[in-house]
């Protein structure tokens, strides 16, 4: 199949559109909106909130459609398109990786897009390599004054709203109205089609009392007062259940999640000590369960925005005492991270090294890779000699600072290279201890 950069992009001049003008703006069925869309068209689908019935509606147009390239983040949605009868007509390339989009890309279904997150933007950009043809987008409904929420997925999707040349948007009754940089006019839309639907979930991931034990271990590094990055899953879920006795935190991340809740309630995070956006909670998605959606409709304290700012160096190097805390598959004894493969397969970064270099810069900043100390039900060590050859670097050994596993916390910052060993290899499963040693003292390969 064909790369993300390998088909020739259709050619528009300036401001041209494929569409009934006089119906910009309207509501029409889906099936109507897809007409705008036309062989060889790259197609934007928003992560998050995913346009289900524009999906839909878009793979019944199989047969009609040929080389269609379908670009997006991470979907809720199931990703109909990488089933076998659509690979024909849809080729989809994507810079977020989940456990079907890993699979489709080692079968050659589907293609990587390796990119810092805050260079997306610029990247669909109508002067970069991959502009969007059209945007498939979910908004929620307009207010009296014409304004749609992009509610819980700003990070990417304004960026096309601003440069697609065309934008259909699924208008979800059940789409939270969020605040900050996430409102469109609709007369920014080019189609309209009406949908009520409930968000899809992301289930909650329960930690183990290994997760509890490292997410004690992170809170003991955060100061009161400190601005957070976390991620999703059971290692963030359980850091998050250990920050409850810390006061005045901020949080600044790429996406938010159920976690968060308990935390304002208890009055931990207030975010009145951020050195930037004093007041309120930065993100750009939002990923769980109803909860988290109800919690963000409306809500004030909340602030919606675009890669380019919640992943951006020059953002965060504002914020003093950021902390990122970033999981791992596995860390070698010099301090590289491998984020991005387990085994063979390739399961992407996220904006791991986008938050690690903003934390690297800021004042008094922090950045912490939390991992388990095996894999494999016990019988692998995810502290390692070298990375095998072939593995990418997702941190280099540069930038690492603090590593946390269930056996303690070590900083690696202006360590040289025996004393890191030596830190890594005293947070290494006990079982795997002798082997680490010896295999650095002789110089052993893995």
């Known amino acids: 199949m064909r790369g993300a950069g390998q088909r020739p992009h259709q050619e528009r001049q300036p401001g041209e559109r494929s569409i009934d003008h006089e119906m910009k703006g309207q509501f029409v069925e889906a099936r109507e909106a897809m007409r705008a869309i036309k062989s060889g068209d790259r197609i934007f689908i928003a992560m998050g909130g995913d346009p289900l019935s524009l999906i839909d509606a878009l793979l019944e147009e199989k047969n009609r459609l040929r080389d269609v390239q379908i670009i997006s983040g991470l979907s809720q949605g199931g990703y109909k398109f990488l089933g076998e009868e659509y690979l024909d007509t849809f080729h989809y390339s994507t810079w977020q990786i989940s456990l079907r989009t890993a699979s489709a890309i080692n079968a050659g279904k589907a293609q990587f897009l390796p990119i810092s997150f805050f260079q997306i933007p610029s ?25 749609l929420s992009l509610g819980v997925s700003v990070g990417h999707t304004m ?18 109205r969020t605040l900050g940089n996430s409102l469109v006019h609709i007369s920014e839309i080019d189609y309209l089609t009406e949908a009520d639907h409930p968000l899809i979930e992301a289930p909650l991931h329960q930690p183990s009392e290994r997760d509890r034990r490292i997410g004690e271990l992170v809170a003991g590094l955060i100061p009161d007062g400190a601005t957070l990055e976390i991620g999703f ?23 938010i999640s159920d976690g968060l809740i308990d ?12 050195t930037l956006n004093s007041g309120k909670t930065v993100t750009g998605e939002v990923l769980g369960t109803r909860a988290i959606f109800d919690y963000v409709a409306g809500n004030p304290a909340i602030e919606m925005h675009t890669v380019e700012y919640t992943h951006s160096p020059h953002v965060l190097i504002q914020l003093d005492g950021f902390c ?40 008094g900043g922090k950045s912490i890779v939390a991992l388990p100390s095996t894999a494999m039900q016990g019988t692998a060590s995810r ?10 670097v997702t941190l280099p050994r540069y930038l690492a600072h603090y590593v946390v596993t269930e056996y303690g916390a070590v900083d690696l910052r202006y360590r040289n290279l025996n004393e890191r060993a030596a830190a890594l290899i005293s947070i290494a499963h006990p079982d795997f201890r002798h082997e680490l040693q010896w295999r650095f003292s002789n110089n052993v390969n893995d």
């Not at 990247?123 to 304004?147: F, H, M, R, T």
């Not at 935390?263 to 951020?274: F, H, I, Q």
């Not at 491998?338 to 800021?362: K, M, R, S, V």
């Not at 502290?383 to 990418?392: A, F, N």
Request: net charge negative; proline share 8%; no cysteine.
């Open 233 to 255: 899953g059971a290692i963030p879920n359980a850091v998050y259940g250990a920050l409850k006795e810390k006061r005045d935190l901020g949080i600044h991340s790429g996406m």
């Open 383 to 392: 502290i390692v000699h070298r990375l095998k050859p072939g593995v990418p």
């Open 123 to 147: 990247l669909l950009s109508p002067q970069g390599p991959l502009p969007i043809d059209v945007g498939l987008i979910s908004v929620s409904p307009p207010d009296e004054a014409g304004y």
């Open 159 to 176: 960026a096309v709203v601003k440069n697609a040349n065309v934008v259909i948007a699924e208008v979800n009754k059940q789409m939270p």
């Open 324 to 363: 990122a805390i970033n999981s791992a598959v596995e860390i070698d004894l010099s301090g590289q991270v491998n984020a991005e493969f387990i085994g063979e397969l390739e399961i992407g970064p996220g904006g791991q090294f986008d938050f690690t270099l903003g934390a690297a810069l800021a004042q």
């Open 263 to 274: 935390l304002v309630e208890a009055g931990v995070v207030t975010n009145s000590r951020k």
